[in-house]
C-alpha cells in the first residue's frame, strides 16, 4: 500500500498502525516520535500519539494530512529540558527534516516546499497579510493548526479557540 492511500483512507489512524512497518520503513525518523513524553502541561499524549490524534480529527486532504504526519517529526531533536520540556525551534527542525524525507520519497520540489512551509509555519500566527496574499495556503494552514491545537490537553484549549474561531471569520470574510 502507498504512502497516499494510507494517509488518504477513511480512517487514517487505523490505517496508519496496520501499516506502520511501511510507515516506519519509508520514514525511519517517525521511530522517535513513538513514546517520546512532551512533559509540558499542554500536552497530555507523546509526540506520535498527538500525531494520531492530529491525524484524525482532519478532512481527507492529503496536504493537511501529510503535513500533520510530519509536523512534529523534530521534537525529539529540538527539545529544551527544564521544569517543563519546550520545544522552541521545532517548526523549523521538523521543516527541514520533512524537506530531506520527501526528497527521499520522490516528491517534487515545489510541492515539497509547499509542505515544508505549512509544517514551519504550523505553530505561527495566520496574519491579515498572509491571508490576504495567500488564501488557499491560509485555508490550508487553518485547517493544520485547527487539528493540532484540537489534539492539545482539553483543558489548555480555550484560547487556542478564540484564536482559531477569529481566523475562520477572517477565512470567512475573505
Known sequence: MRLFDIIMSDNVVSEINNNLNYILDIIPEIRYMIGFEHKHPHH???????????????????????????????????YQEGEVRRFKNHPVVSANMSRNILKRLNFDSKYTEKICYLIKQHDSPI????????????????????????????????????????IKKKLIKK
Not at 494520531?52 to 531533536?77: M, Q, W
Request: some cysteine.
Open 44 to 78: 497530555h499524549l507523546d509526540v506520535w500519539n498527538h500525531t494520531l490524534y492530529a491525524l484524525s480529527l482532519s478532512e481527507k486532504n492529503f496536504d493537511v494530512r501529510l503535513t500533520l504526519l510530519l509536523h512534529d517529526i523534530g521534537k525529539p531533536f529540538s
Open 127 to 166: 496574519t491579515d497579510e498572509m491571508i490576504n496574499d495567500d488564501y488557499d495556503n491560509s485555508l490550508l494552514l487553518y485547517k493544520i493548526q485547527y487539528c493540532d491545537a484540537l489534539a492539545h490537553h482539553p483543558g489548555k484549549l480555550d484560547n487556542r479557540k478564540l484564536y482559531l474561531d477569529d
